[in-house]
Nanobody
Framework: QVHLVESGGGLVQTGGSLRLSCTAS????????MGWFRQAPGKEREFVAA????????NYADSVKYRSTISRDNAKNTGYLRMSSLKPEDTAVYYC??????????????????WGQGIQLTVSS
């Protein structure tokens, strides 16, 4: 099991940018695929991005592709999600998650074993 803690959320204006962090503890972080998900009020939790254990492979949801970058620093046990050109519809609680497998697509919530507590990102119009 890996324990995950998100940070870096807050209030951002439309068009702004933000970097979320996910710090891991417990089992070695480099074993895990890391994913980012988000949940807006009244909506289901949805996939945002994922990165392989080595960092060499990534997936993105169409809604954030081209304006988001997922990355990781295994030496620091930390993963990141940088988002730019933020829109009000990006407002949500953002969660990082971890699993021990990497597949061609990594958007299934049920595949992830460990989750952070979530952090709020609010984009003002």
């Amino acid at each position: 099991q890996v324990h995950l803690v998100e940070s870096g959320g807050g209030l951002v204006q439309t068009g702004g940018s933000l970097r979320l962090s996910c710090t891991a503890s417990g089992r070695p972080f480099e074993y895990y695929t890391m994913g980012w998900f988000r949940q807006a009020p009244g909506k289901e939790r949805e996939f945002v991005a994922a990165i392989s254990p080595s960092g060499r492979s990534t997936n993105y949801a169409d809604s954030v592709k081209y304006r988001s970058t997922i990355s990781r620093d295994n030496a620091k046990n930390t993963g990141y999600l940088r988002m730019s050109s933020l829109k009000p519809e990006d407002t949500a609680v953002y969660y990082c998650a971890a699993k021990l497998t990497w597949t061609p697509v990594n958007y299934e919530l049920g595949e992830y074993d460990d989750w952070g507590q979530g952090i709020q990102l609010t984009v003002s119009s």
